[in-house]
Antibody, heavy 122, light 114 residues
Framework: QVQLVESGGGVVQPGRSLRLSCAAS????????MHWVRQAPGKGLDWVAV????????YYADSVKGRFTISRDNSKNTLFLQMNSLRVEDTAVYYC???????????????WGQGTMVTVSS | DIVMTQSPDSLAVSLGERATINCKSS????????????LAWYQQKPGQPPKLLIY???TRESGVPDRFSGSGSGTDFTLTISSLQAEDVAVYYC??????????FGPGTKVDIK
């Protein structure tokens, strides 16, 4: 079945780094753009980053630009989010999500993982 | 920056009654070349990831009950639940996915039973 499973979350001190992973299964991963979306405790959804199906295009929210890097390994059906210089305000559940239509970034998100919690605290 | 707003922030509706949620984008999400509105609606229940309900402003995702419908064009959109069921208690978000990112979400509308 179509599935996304995030991993790599945890508790980290401000200024440190963390790498999240999202393992995809049940669909042709290399055909779809992929996104990271976060949700701070008790707050709304906050789009973080997107990568095109082939990794050639990447876009970031202003709040993470220069600190976070999205990447993918289509041979391993895995999406990544490298988070550097973490801040307290980056504390959130991080979801990976799939774009609904193949080969475009401009699509709604039809498949979501269960999320992984990142806590930035001293 | 493009801003998405939703109204109301929350609403309580009796079982079987209609619930209406509004979403407004500070810029149009209508793409003139294909006449499509790049606007989606999601439902999120506590402890769960969001679930796609509606895309292209009015296209229901597979498996979504037909009591959910979306309408609107350009900058103003509406999600309607025609007959509220207990399982519809959730927070509802609109999202623009038009052109280049950011793919901004609205702040959410919480729906409860009256």
């Amino acid at each position: 079945q179509v599935q996304l499973v995030e991993s790599g979350g945890g508790v980290v001190q401000p200024g440190r780094s963390l790498r999240l992973s999202c393992a995809a299964s049940g669909f042709t991963f290399s055909s779809f753009a992929m996104h990271w979306v976060r949700q701070a405790p008790g707050k709304g959804l906050d789009w973080v980053a997107v990568i095109s199906y082939d990794g050639s295009d990447k876009y970031y929210a202003d709040s993470v630009k220069g600190r976070f890097t999205i990447s993918r390994d289509n041979s391993k059906n895995t999406l990544f989010l490298q988070m550097n210089s973490l801040r307290v305000e980056d504390t959130a559940v991080y979801y990976c999500a799939r774009g609904l239509e193949m080969a475009t970034i401009m699509a709604a998100f039809d498949i979501w993982g269960q999320g992984t919690m990142v806590t930035v605290s001293s | 920056d493009i801003v998405m707003t939703q109204s109301p922030d929350s609403l309580a509706v009796s079982l079987g009654e209609r619930a209406t949620i509004n979403c407004k984008s500070s810029q149009s999400v209508l793409y003139s070349s294909n006449n499509k509105n790049y606007l989606a609606w999601y439902q999120q229940k506590p402890g769960q990831p969001p679930k796609l309900l509606i895309y292209w402003a009015s296209t229901r995702e597979s498996g979504v009950p037909d009591r959910f419908s979306g309408s609107g064009s350009g900058t103003d959109f509406t999600l309607t639940i025609s007959s509220l069921q207990a399982e519809d208690v959730a927070v509802y978000y609109c999202q623009r996915y038009y052109h280049t990112p950011p793919l901004t979400f609205g702040p959410g509308t919480k729906v409860d039973i009256k």
